[in-house]
Structure formats: C-alpha cells, structure tokens
C-alpha cells in the first residue's frame, strides 16, 4: 500500500465514512491539534524517565487516537464502529494527579515555565492539549462531538501541568513563581 493517495492534492481530505471536506476545516483543525498532541505525548513519554508516567503517557496516547477516530468520522454518517470511549480514563488520570501531587509542594502561586528541557517538554504538551480542547469545544458548539473529549483534554492539561511539577522535582529544577509587578 503506498502512503500517498493524491486524493488530497487539492486541499481536501476524506472523513471517516467517506465524506471529503476542506482540509482547513475545523474539524480537521481539531484531529489535527490531538494528532499534534499525541507527539509532543510520546516526547514527554521518552524523556520523562518514570516507569510509572511512562505507562500512564503510552494509555494517553492511546486514548488519543480513540479521539481521532471520532474527531475524524463523519457525524452525518451512521452505522460507524468508532471505538469506545471510557469516563474511567478521566477517573484514571485524576488519580494519577491526585498521585503525584501528593509528593509535592503545595503551590502557592502560578509558576513559570521552564527550568529544565524535559519540564518544558510537559508544558509544551500542556499548552498544545489546551489548544486542542478549545478546538474540540468549538467543534463541539458547531455540531456533534462527544463531550466526553472535552473532558479528557481539560483534565490531561491538568495532568501535564502536574507531572511537569514532579519532573521539576525529579531533575532539581527550582519551580520560579511568578508574582505580579505593582
């Protein structure tokens, strides 16, 4: 099977179910961005040198892709055997928040990116999942998407933000809290 088609070469691409639709669609604006999100997921996966996040990250990523199935099926088009999506990922990822949050600091004030290269690899993550939850909240808004996703994606941008905190951690890196100038 080659991995070009051509069928794309005039700017639009096929839904599952077989509906074409502008590449610069929204909706493909919203796969793509989760799409995007589940890279910068194998990145922190790679470098972020826990046994334990490591395997939550890979589930991640594989919930990701469930996302892109159903951000990528035709909503007009019924009969599709789209993957199931589970509430117990989120109930998951809130006990692996709950998990290491429970071995570090209180935090006091919003902190600044950085510090380390694998801390900011979490951030960076963060920010795309924020992007691509405003995305899927506006597909949302414009038709039919499973709500369940918007859940997810608010709670993984948790997630990142927490487990950048405990990289933090891990690597030495001191967190610099941002206070206001008056």
């Known amino acids: 099977m080659k991995i070009y088609t051509k069928g794309g070469d005039q700017g639009s691409t096929s839904l599952w179910g077989g509906k074409r639709i ?5 909706r493909i604006e919203a796969y793509g961005t989760v799409d ?3 890279v910068h997921i194998g990145l922190i996966r790679d470098v972020v040198g826990d046994e334990v996040a490591s ?3 890979e589930e991640i990523q ?3 892709f469930t996302f892109g199935a159903h951000l990528a ?9 789209l993957p199931v999506l589970h509430e117990a990922k989120v109930t998951a990822l809130e006990a ?3 998990r290491m949050e429970a071995g570090l600091p209180p935090l006091k004030s919003f902190i600044l990116p950085g510090g380390h290269p694998n801390v900011s690899y979490c951030h960076l993550g963060r920010v795309v999942c924020r992007r ?3 995305l899927v909240v506006a597909l949302h808004e414009a038709g039919e998407v499973n709500p369940a ?3 997810y994606l608010n709670r993984l941008s948790d997630y990142l933000f927490v487990l950048a905190r405990l990289v933090a951690k891990k690597v030495g890196a001191k967190e610099l809290p941002w206070h206001p100038e008056n």
Not at 73 to 81: C, R
């Open 22 to 26: 502008s590449k610069a669609s929204l």
């Open 96 to 98: 692996a928040i709950d």
């Open 55 to 57: 395997r939550e990250l």
């Open 36 to 38: 995007e999100l589940n």
């Open 132 to 134: 691509a939850e405003r």
């Open 73 to 81: 099926a035709d909503p007009g088009k019924k009969g599709l055997k």
């Open 149 to 151: 996703i918007i859940v």
């Open 62 to 64: 594989k919930q990701l």
